[in-house]
């Protein structure tokens, strides 16, 4: 049975209901289930829109439905075909059966493999979903969040639907062939973007649900899923300045001591960090005053020095904390399904941000302890959550199975903070998270890359996942300058590795250094906000003279763009426009820039060209159409050629717009 039912179209056949619905212009919903209805949309990314004019028609078995520019047809088998306005064909459903009728132009299989499998987990109404698409020959694929690999194009890899420490899945892809798919669905799985077979899998689910939209550019695809998932808020002017982090400072005193030392040199600084372990227990939501005596007396003075006071948050409850027995008994805590609560993560569980009115909760120990205190920007950490061992199915909350619900986590994680600070009359709300999931970007996360490597081969991964990022909807995103792990403040091959991702990091949404650096300082005490270690000191003068000019200068470079980057902001803000992107977004129509995963543009005037490898002090630079100069020597090149810059310690190739930026 198929049917037209209002604006969509409707197919049941035996244990299956189907439903193709328009969902913003040029853009179609999809839906199937084994259940008796579809639920509601408590787990869904997409955003309520306004209703547009379809075009259905039904034929017998058989249907089409055509929203702008994209056309679905469903065929006799339920298997589901689209196109654009101009009739070509974009993606397909994989069916290997006996096509009945031997419907013309369909291939017949006797495989017995279906375009869309439910294999139910016996008991309950979850099945193991699996959905297949067509390959295509020739096709680029973008997006999908952050993965620490050093492929921009993922047509070819294998990718967890899962979130860890320093992988961020944002399950929207962009095709070169014109359309950007969202696998509406927080479940836990897996997606294959393979040579034979593209192949989502959901591994505890209800139904299936994916938005599919078409547009004649990368950009007009990007707005519309900005349209439907929502947008950023407008950057406040202090984040696009410099950031200064480390793991960890240990006292009041000694990151006052760090905010002077910015001030006395002169340095631009805009953001001071308080790392974790500030507070007494894991849940208390405080500050430890044996070691941060006046919170309110640091924040006043770092204002007065034209620096916010950012302070790390962490999910996590100890059983030793003030907090943690009330949460148990009104059920604020994630769950394990076998084994103790307490372990979790180390010595501590999560709390439970599903439920809201553990959001609630938790926002109301942080208004009384920080907000109410002038801390007016969070460090939201661990908001994967970083379970040990990533036992997905060993973890029950609220609203579900962490396998059928777990990728909301960071999500709603975002969202306890900016509504919080959002009722308080607070605008222009940012927050810093290490994860995120299709829509966070409306509740002010920016997300940086996790604690990652000190490498130059974790730079490489650096660029891929900051542009998918971007392409994936979120666009405010930054990295740990010079990787978190590791990095001895004394190798001359690591003050190499920093300088290059020093010069990266300011032509990045957000500019911000952090590390755990090498050689470790000692506790200072046994309990409280002593017990854990720092790292080496990691200000921009910790490194020697030659690194410090280097990044004095590029310190300088970014404040000369901050009203630039004010203006990208805003697009970001009003479109949902990525602030970097790779090249395709600016140059689509040109075939050489899809071959480029090593260069990108820092809003639509900027290229930038990063030095990502060791002792290298040169580099080949493609130049798309138009005239380009570059900053470091003032010359003007003509676009559409190959060049080869030079690239000297203090210097990455960037080319600007002819007539544009003379600032610069």
């Known amino acids: 049975m198929i049917k037209q039912s209002g604006n969509r179209v409707v197919r049941r056949y035996d244990q299956e209901l189907l439903s193709i619905e328009p969902w913003g212009p040029n853009s179609l919903r999809i839906r199937a289930t084994q259940r008796h209805q579809f639920q509601d949309d408590t787990y869904s990314a997409l955003l309520e829109v306004e209703e547009t004019e379809v075009e259905i028609e039904v034929d017998g078995e058989s249907a089409k439905i055509t929203n702008g520019k994209i056309r679905c047809e469903i065929m006799e088998t339920g298997k589901l075909k689209f196109y654009n306005q101009k009739g070509e064909l974009l993606l397909e459903e994989y069916d290997r059966n006996r096509m009945r009728d031997n419907i013309a132009g369909e291939f017949n299989s006797a495989l017995e493999i279906e375009p869309r499998s439910f294999e139910p987990h016996l008991g309950t109404d979850n099945y193991r979903l699996t959905v297949r698409f067509e390959a295509s020959e020739g096709e680029r694929l973008y997006?999908?969040?952050?993965?620490?690999?050093?492929?921009?194009?993922?047509?070819?890899?294998?990718?967890?639907?899962?979130?860890?420490?320093?992988?961020?899945?944002?399950?929207?892809?962009?095709?070169?062939?014109?359309?950007?798919?969202?696998w509406n669905n927080p479940a836990i799985g897996k997606v294959s973007f393979a040579k034979n077979i593209t192949e989502w899998?959901?591994?505890?689910?209800?139904?299936?649900?994916?938005?599919?939209t078409v547009g004649d550019s990368p950009a007009e695809i990007e707005e519309a899923y900005a349209d439907t998932t929502g947008k950023v808020p407008m950057m406040p002017d202090y984040g696009t300045g410099f950031w200064q982090c480390k793991l960890r400072y240990q006292t009041q005193d000694e990151i006052m001591e760090v905010?002077?030392?910015?001030?006395?040199?002169?340095?631009?600084?805009?953001?001071?960090?308080?790392?974790?372990?500030?507070?007494?227990?894991?849940?208390?939501?405080?500050?430890?005053?044996?070691?941060w005596p006046k919170p309110e007396k640091m924040v006043k003075e770092l204002k007065e020095m034209g620096i916010e006071l950012m302070?790390?948050?962490?999910?996590?409850?100890?059983?030793?904390?003030?907090?943690?027995?009330?949460?148990k008994e009104?059920?604020?805590?994630?769950?394990?399904?076998?084994?103790?609560?307490?372990?979790?993560?180390?010595?501590?569980?999560?709390?439970?941000?599903?439920n809201p009115d553990a959001r609630k909760y938790v926002w109301s120990k942080l208004k009384e302890n920080y907000y109410d205190k002038g801390i007016k920007i969070f460090w939201l950490d661990e908001a994967e959550p970083e379970f040990t061992k990533y036992e997905f199915s060993n973890y029950r909350y609220f609203l579900g199975s962490d396998l059928e619900v777990g990728n909301l986590y960071p999500k709603l994680y975002a969202r306890m903070a900016y509504q919080g600070m959002e009722a308080e009359g607070q605008e222009n709300i940012v927050n810093l998270l290490r994860c995120a999931w299709a829509g966070s970007q409306k509740y002010g996360a920016l997300v940086w890359s996790g604690d990652i490597d000190s490498s130059f081969r974790s730079l490489r991964n650096q660029l891929s996942a900051g542009l998918n990022m971007g392409l994936s909807g979120i666009p405010w995103w930054t990295t740990d300058i010079g990787g978190f792990h590791g990095g001895n403040i004394h190798s001359e091959q690591f003050k190499e590795c920093l300088v290059r991702w020093f010069e990266f990091a300011a032509f990045c949404p957000v500019m911000r250094l952090h590390g755990l650096r090498e050689p470790f300082k000692e506790p200072l005490a046994e309990t409280g906000g002593g017990k854990m270690h720092s790292g080496a000191d990691n200000e921009v003068w910790s490194y020697g003279p030659e690194v410090y000019e280097i990044c004095k200068k590029y310190m300088e470079l970014r404040e000369r763009l901050r009203p630039y980057i004010k203006g990208l902001m805003q697009e970001a803000h009003q479109k949902g426009t990525p602030l970097m992107r790779p090249l395709i977004y600016d140059f689509f129509d040109d075939e050489k820039v899809w071959e480029i995963e090593d260069q990108y543009m820092f809003g639509s005037d900027i290229l930038v060209c990063p030095i990502l490898y060791e002792d290298r002090r040169e580099r080949e630079v493609y130049l798309p159409a138009g005239r380009?100069?570059?900053i470091n020597n003032n010359k003007v090149y003509q676009g559409s050629k190959k060049y080869l810059c030079e690239a000297p310690l203090d210097s990455?190739?960037?080319?600007?717009r002819e007539g544009k930026l003379e600032e610069l």
């Open 259 to 291: 905010a002077r030392g910015y001030k006395e040199r002169g340095l631009p600084i805009s953001v001071i960090v308080v790392d974790f372990f500030h507070w007494p227990f894991q849940g208390d939501w405080k500050f430890d005053t044996d070691y």
């Open 628 to 630: 380009w100069r570059n």
């Open 311 to 327: 302070v790390s948050i962490w999910p996590t409850v100890e059983k030793g904390s003030e907090n943690y027995q009330e949460m």
């Open 201 to 212: 899998t959901a591994y505890s689910s209800k139904e299936m649900d994916y938005w599919i």
């Open 330 to 354: 009104l059920g604020y805590l994630t769950r394990s399904e076998t084994g103790k609560r307490i372990g979790q993560l180390g010595n501590a569980c999560f709390i439970d941000v599903t």
């Open 652 to 656: 990455i190739p960037v080319f600007v």
């Open 143 to 182: 997006g999908m969040g952050q993965y620490q690999q050093p492929f921009l194009d993922l047509k070819g890899c294998n990718l967890e639907l899962a979130h860890r420490n320093s992988q961020a899945s944002v399950p929207f892809v962009l095709s070169n062939k014109g359309y950007g798919l969202l």
